[in-house]
T-cell receptor, first 115, second 112 residues
Framework: DTAVSQTPKYLVTQMGNDKSIKCEQN?????MYWYKQDSKKFLKIMFS???????INETVPNRFSPKSPDKAHLNLHINSLELGDSAVYFC??????????????FGDGTRLSIL | GQQVMQIPQYQHVQEGEDFTTYCNSSTTLSNIQWYKQRPGGHPVFLIQLVKSGEVKKQKRLTFQFGEAKKNSSLHITATQTTDVGTYFCAGRKGTSYGKLTFGQGTILTVHP
C-alpha cells in the first residue's frame, strides 16, 4: 500500500538509449511532479501535472517527455540518454497544487546511471 | 527567477549539540515547507509555515518564518544520531501554481 511508487528503483543503461520511468500514486492527489536530484543533493523541479494537464515545465531538454494518462499516473520518458542525465529522479504528488498549504509526498526515487 | 539559498551546506556535530540551518529567499514567499531526507531515502515533509513571524515546534525541532517572509530557520536541540540526513527548505510564491523552489539542503552528520 505504498503511497507514491516509482519503477524501476535502479536503472543502469548506456549512453544514447531511450528509457522510461513510471510513477503511480494512490493518495487521491490531483497534482504530480518530477524532480531531478544531482550528486550534490540539489533537488530541482522538472515537470508538474494537475489533472493530466501540464502546469510546470522548467528548462529541461526536450529529450525529456512527461506523460500523464490519468491523475494517478505520471511517467517520464527520456530519449538519447547522456552522461549528465545520471541522477536520482523523484516523483511526488500533492492535493490541489494551486493550494499552498499541501505538502508533497515523494516516491522512493529512481537511481539512473548512464555508462 | 526565484532563488532559495540555504546554509550551511554541511554540518557535523557531536551528539547532544544543537544544529541550525538557515534559508533565504530572493523574493517574498507565500509559505515555506521543510523536508528531511535520510541517507538513501526520499524527502519527507516535516512542516509548513505560512504566517509572518510564525514559530512552530515539533519536539526538539523549532521552525521559524521571518517577519518579511523571506527567510526561515530550523533549529534542532540536543541532536541525536537519528537526526542524520539532509534538511531542505522549499519556498513557494503566491502565483506559482504548486511549484516549490527547494534550497540546496544542509547535510547533517551526527557523531555519537
Amino acid at each position: 500500500d505504498t503511497a507514491v511508487s516509482q519503477t524501476p528503483k535502479y536503472l543502469v543503461t548506456q549512453m544514447g538509449n531511450d528509457k522510461s520511468i513510471k510513477c503511480e500514486q494512490n493518495l487521491g492527489h490531483d497534482t504530480m511532479y518530477w524532480y531531478k536530484q544531482d550528486s550534490k543533493k540539489f533537488l530541482k523541479i522538472m515537470f508538474s501535472y494537475n489533472n493530466k494537464e501540464l502546469i510546470i515545465n522548467e528548462t529541461v531538454p526536450n529529450r525529456f517527455s512527461p506523460k500523464s494518462p490519468d491523475k494517478a499516473h505520471l511517467n517520464l520518458h527520456i530519449n538519447s540518454l547522456e552522461l549528465g542525465d545520471s541522477a536520482v529522479y523523484f516523483c511526488a504528488s500533492s492535493y490541489h497544487g494551486g493550494d499552498s498549504n499541501q505538502p508533497q509526498h515523494f516516491g522512493d526515487g529512481t537511481r539512473l546511471s548512464i555508462l | 527567477g526565484q532563488q532559495v539559498m540555504q546554509i550551511p551546506q554541511y554540518q557535523h556535530v557531536q551528539e547532544g549539540e544543537d544544529f541550525t540551518t538557515y534559508c533565504n529567499s530572493s523574493t517574498t514567499l507565500s509559505n515555506i515547507q521543510w523536508y528531511k531526507q535520510r541517507p538513501g531515502g526520499h524527502p519527507v515533509f516535516l512542516i509548513q509555515l505560512v504566517k509572518s513571524g510564525e514559530v512552530k515546534k515539533q519536539k526538539r525541532l523549532t521552525f521559524q518564518f521571518g517577519e518579511a517572509k523571506k527567510n526561515s530557520s530550523l533549529h534542532i536541540t540536543a541532536t541525536q544520531t537519528t537526526d542524520v540526513g539532509t534538511y531542505f527548505c522549499a519556498g513557494r510564491k503566491g502565483t506559482s501554481y504548486g511549484k516549490l523552489t527547494f534550497g540546496q539542503g544542509t547535510i547533517l552528520t551526527v557523531h555519537p
